[in-house]
């Protein structure tokens, strides 16, 4: 009986949170890509700023052109200008070994071994900048979950107080835990996968890479990050990133993150019909 | 003499905007003559309408009558799809103009500037935002 009420309780249920106003709102998409109409962006023009909390990080940011590399300041894909510390022997040969498609020691794809060409997960930092989109806060009373438009992917943050873990098996997105010193949320991060690159120009890291990250919400609609990278294993001494500004994209709550993955089936047959002739000079498919 | 100044800041715009994204696009400057254009009369093959890049394959004869099997590289499909693009935009056998930047290492391939259909419609092949800006992103 009781199965059966909820059978009929359920799908009306659905059908009123469905047919709610909200349902029939425009999505409003981040505007670094894709379909945000010129309808969408003069409501997000309209809507007003949110109240400002120091401590409310939540919400779609998105930097608009910011550095796409570790450290400033930067250039474009094909004219960076960054400083990394000098790189230990392990890390040089890292280095060597990547060949990446944008920078100075660009291959063209095809003959290249970036991650991405194949759809390996970015991975953290570089998901962070390496494509120009933008990612989203959602705040709970124990983890903030970061959300990235490329590959609609996240990590956690954990704000609870528990400790990093120790020893644990990487991850492409490692393992964060944040607090608050005053005004600033402070991240580190631990336990990464060393298969993925800091950035376009290839950059290595190591398993032992140790990331602080300083988040800094001056108003409301403004947010920034520093990172500190401490990866003694590949870098001779820290590298002090710059700081980077993301802003705020309205309406607050009602911007829609692109569904960005990259498909492998999808770009193997891309690489196959497209990009591997072309780099290769295969003059048939 | 207002005016032909004013072409003249049209012309330089133009080539400004048409470098920005070429050099902004993952790879684009190493594979491809970003400063060079060539236009292929051709039968498409296949349509990839696919994450994060669309494909354009189709065959074309070359001057001594040769058959040569054509590819073109675009951006995603939701860039593409705010220029015009859509996932049955083409079938096999659809006849088309593409011009585009061609693969420096000499093979069938390009990245592409613009299409006409057999309708006689232009689609461009530059990613474009559902606001009618030019869209640089890389992916």
């Not at chain 2, 394959?57 to 001594?64: N, P, Q, R, S, V």
Request: negative net charge; hydrophobic residues 35%; glycine residues 12%.
């Amino acid at each position: 009986m009781r199965n059966r009420l909820l059978s009929m309780v359920i799908p009306f249920a659905a059908g009123l949170v469905l047919s709610s106003p909200a349902f029939a709102q425009v999505y409003y998409g981040p505007s670094s890509q894709g379909k945000r109409t010129k309808e969408a962006e003069a409501a997000a023009a309209a809507a007003p700023k949110p109240a400002y909390d120091p401590h409310d990080i939540s919400g779609v940011w998105w930097g608009r052109g910011n550095s796409f590399f570790m450290g400033k300041p930067v250039g474009r894909y094909d004219s960076p200008t960054i400083s990394p510390p000098p790189l230990t022997a392990w890390g040089e040969e890292q280095f060597k070994a990547h060949k990446p498609s944008s920078g100075p020691h660009a291959v063209e794809p095809a003959l290249g071994n970036d991650p991405l060409g194949h759809c390996d997960p970015l991975g953290y930092p570089r998901n962070l900048w390496a494509n120009d989109r933008p990612f989203e806060m959602i705040q709970t009373p124990g983890k903030i979950v970061q959300i990235f438009e490329w590959g609609h992917t996240s990590r956690e943050i954990w704000t609870d107080g528990r400790k990093p873990p120790k020893d644990p098996d990487p991850r492409w997105y490692g393992w964060a835990v944040g607090h608050w010193e005053g005004d600033t949320l402070v991240v580190d991060s631990t336990g990464y996968d060393e298969r993925t690159w800091l950035d376009n120009l290839g950059y290595p890291h190591s398993e032992g890479m140790h990331l602080q990250e300083r988040f800094h919400h001056p108003d409301a609609m403004t947010l920034e990050i520093t990172m500190t990278l401490d990866d003694p294993k590949t870098y001779v001494k820290p590298w002090m990133g710059g700081k980077e500004t993301y802003h705020l994209q309205l309406p607050k709550g009602a911007t829609v993150l692109e569904e960005a993955y990259c498909v492998p089936s999808e770009e193997e047959s891309f690489n196959q019909g497209v990009r591997d002739p072309a780099g290769k000079g295969i003059s048939s498919k | 003499m207002k005016f032909k100044f004013a072409i003249y800041v049209i012309l330089v715009a133009s080539f400004l905007m048409l470098g920005i994204p070429l050099s902004a696009h993952h790879g684009t400057g190493v594979a491809y003559e970003v400063d060079k254009l060539v236009t292929i009369k051709g039968t498409v093959v296949d349509w990839l309408w696919s994450n994060p890049h669309c494909g354009l394959l189709f065959d074309a004869t070359d001057e001594k009558g040769n058959l040569v099997h054509w590819g073109a590289e675009l951006g995603n499909p939701h860039q593409m799809s705010g220029a015009g693009f859509g996932k049955d935009s083409f079938k096999p056998g659809d006849k088309i103009t593409a011009t585009g930047h061609p693969a420096k290492s000499g093979a069938p391939r390009m990245t592409l500037d613009h299409v006409v259909l057999a309708d006689g419609r232009m689609l461009s092949g530059k990613g474009v935002k559902g606001n009618g800006e030019h869209d640089d992103s890389s992916y």
